[in-house]
T-cell receptor, first 112, second 112 residues
């Protein structure tokens, strides 16, 4: 089955800095890669996703890049703000009715 | 449009007791999922239902059973609770081809 590794497990940055979280996956059939944000005590919510027919996708301050050859994808957050503090999860799936496999999460702390 | 709802929000059980966690979605999604979330372990899939009338085991199914009651509802049952089942349980739903999973608010379960 699919295996998703996520690094780092914790990340501390100063407000205004950039943050990068990296994930690797094992199943070459995976073609859907979402990122979820989970604030303390809340449910995970999708913030951005990428499918294997593109290499990069941006949405305001967040972007995701995908390297299918190397089987890794990354989340980039620019101009971080204290409200970006949360746990971020990457996931991978072959799509269709296949399930998502999640990474173990990255706790991002943005200090004012 | 409530999205995905779960009951109860909190529950304390004694070892050996049984209980059912309820989940419902109003988005007309075919697929529904049950996850457990433990510190440092990410989201692990317990069971899923790709469509009404089907259920399949996920990564950590032991000690649990599920019922897909109809298209809207998917319940998770603990027949004889154990302290190792202390966790936060999330239900989610999705639909092809988008595959975005929408999560419920979670149930925090403690087994003494």
């Amino acid at each position: 089955g699919e295996n998703v590794e996520q690094h780092p497990s914790t990340l501390s940055v100063q407000e205004g800095d950039s943050a990068v979280i990296k994930c690797t996956y094992s199943d070459s059939a995976s073609n859907y890669f979402p990122w979820y944000k989970q604030e303390l005590g809340k449910r995970p919510q999708l913030i951005i996703d990428i499918r294997s027919n593109v290499g990069e996708k941006k949405d305001q301050r967040i972007a995701v890049t995908l390297n299918k050859t190397a089987k890794h994808f990354s989340l980039h957050i620019t101009e971080t703000q204290p409200e970006d503090s949360a746990v971020y999860f990457c996931a991978a799936s072959p799509g269709g009715y296949s399930t998502l496999t999640f990474g173990k999460g990255t706790m991002l702390l943005v200090s004012p | 449009n409530a999205g995905v709802t779960q009951t109860p929000k909190f529950q304390v059980l004694k070892t050996g007791q049984s209980m059912t966690l309820q989940c419902a979605q109003d988005m007309n999604h075919n697929s529904m999922y049950w996850y457990r979330q433990d510190p440092g372990m990410g989201l692990r899939l317990i069971y899923y239902s790709a469509s009404e009338g089907t259920t399949d085991k996920g990564e950590v199914p032991n000690g649990y059973n599920v019922s897909r009651l109809n298209k809207r509802e998917f319940s998770l049952r603990l027949e004889s609770a154990a302290p190792s089942q202390t966790s936060v349980y999330f239900c989610a739903s999705s639909e092809v081809p988008d595959n975005t999973q929408y999560f419920g608010p979670g149930t925090r379960l403690t087994v003494l």
